[in-house]
């Protein structure tokens, strides 16, 4: 039987635990896929190279706010397409040659399952180890929808590599992946439908927040809210049954349900590795499972399911694994995240309904960016700061943006309250330049 100091599970974030320390290590990596995991390959990476084409074709198509004779005349869709995954697919091969090239790591390309305590099944194999790291990630889940399972339906895994940018696509679901495809597409010249079950497009935002991005995506595109698919077909074109008795035809359909953890492809029970009610991996502060010298990070067991919290988590393991008398602890206080939508949105904290629900005092400040010169620059008429504070403590609870730049003006926000600042030294101690973006930032902190 095989056996290694280190075996990771996942080549993703888990990859990058393996830093120049561990050259005297015995590591191994198991990866059935590509090197990169889903953010590099199909997620965070090429979706944003596909969202700042999107953003150029919307800015051409919109020109005439602005007193521009400029047009959007249609795209190349392989050409953006190529242009994405010709920079990225090296990137996943070369991060695998890499690791293969090391003297002191093994790769198996194969998936991987536990039959034991720090014991797996690769391929028929037996391998076994001292501490092993569980970073698999997750991947998109399918509704129990009559009629899917046999249709060519897509998910975020398959949808940005199309052979042809669609006449009519579909997208069921209405968070994050949903509102960035929209625009994608929408700005590329597809036409766009989104089919959502509940009232407001994205859930878990703050209400004003998705408020705003529903009425925006309702003007913009064909948003059914309230409605659900019935039942699916496909015969050259697609045929969705729909709740409230109408049909629609077309020829891409998108499904954006949801996520969910590959603990279930792991067998984790033959490991005694926990894992909670959403299939995630329980972990404590130091990222330790519940089987001795089992570690997780990730999607696997964060259910933020974000890269840079991923990277964090890598990061800390990266020190734990070779320091087990001076562990480190993750802290998940503050975990901001950012939708590439049209307009952007940022989020960090508490939203308002949260606040409320949990009987929390609290200010609320909004200020629009259409009361800053910036905003009058840009023509803008729908983004706005949103500040939530304890009057008492004077910090920030929370902080939500929708507008241009907003996954770039949160970052401010974070660092001030990762610093423990409150709003009155956010806002009058520094010099805010005029007359840039975040002037709106310190209008919305001077109303608190």
């Not at 390959?41 to 400029?70: Q, Y």
């Amino acid at each position: 039987m095989p056996h290694h100091d280190l075996l990771i599970i996942g080549a993703g974030s888990g990859n990058t635990v393996v830093q120049d320390s561990y050259s005297g290590m015995d590591v191994a990596i198991v990866e059935p896929w590509v090197f990169g995991g889903t953010c590099l390959n199909r997620g965070c990476i090429p979706s944003k190279m596909f969202v700042h084409a999107a953003d150029v074709a919307l800015s051409a198509r919109r020109g005439e706010a602005l007193g521009l004779h400029t047009s959007f005349d249609g795209v190349d869709w392989p050409a953006i397409r190529d242009r994405v995954f010709g920079r990225i697919d090296p990137i996943a091969a070369g991060g695998r040659d890499y690791r293969v090239g090391l003297e002191n790591v093994t790769v198996y390309e194969s998936s991987a399952r536990f039959t034991g305590e720090r014991c797996v099944d690769i391929d028929g194999e037996e391998v076994s180890a001292d501490q092993i790291v569980v970073a698999a990630g997750g991947r998109p889940v399918a509704p129990d929808l009559p009629g899917l399972a046999g249709v060519p339906f897509h998910t975020s895994d398959s949808i940005m590599r199309l052979d042809e940018l669609p006449d009519h696509l579909v997208i069921l679901g209405g968070g994050f992946i949903a509102i960035e495809m929209a625009h994608v597409f929408e700005a590329l010249g597809s036409r766009v439908t989104i089919l959502h079950r509940s009232e407001l497009l994205l859930r878990g935002a703050d209400d004003s927040v998705r408020e705003r991005i529903t009425d925006i995506y309702a003007k913009r595109m064909d948003v059914r809210l309230n409605t659900t698919v019935a039942r699916v077909s496909h015969d050259d074109t697609f045929r969705l049954e729909l709740s409230d008795g109408s049909t629609l035809e077309a020829d891409q359909f998108l499904v954006a349900t949801g996520r969910r953890p590959n603990t279930d492809t792991l067998n984790v029970e033959a490991g005694a590795i926990a894992t909670n009610e959403r299939g995630l991996i329980t972990t404590d502060e130091y990222l330790r499972t519940s089987a001795e010298g089992v570690w997780a990070l990730g999607d696997i067991t964060n259910p933020a399911q974000l890269k840079h919290t991923a990277n964090a988590e890598a990061r800390l393991l990266s020190h734990n694994l070779i320091n087990p008398d001076d562990l480190w602890k993750i802290d998940n206080t503050l975990t901001p995240h950012a939708v590439f939508g049209y307009p952007q949105i940022g989020s960090v904290g508490k939203t308002e309904q949260e606040l409320i629900s949990s009987d929390t005092a609290h200010l609320v400040s909004i200020r629009n960016f259409s009361d800053i010169a910036y905003g009058w620059a840009m023509e803008d008429t729908t983004g706005f700061v949103k500040l939530l504070a304890d009057p008492s403590t004077r910090l920030l609870l929370g902080a939500h943006i929708i507008g241009p730049h907003a996954p770039t003006l949160i970052q401010q926000l974070i660092q001030g309250m990762a610093a423990g600042l409150t709003v009155d030294v956010m806002a009058r101690g520094q010099l805010y330049v005029h007359p840039a973006m975040p002037e709106v930032l310190e209008q919305a902190l001077l109303e608190l």
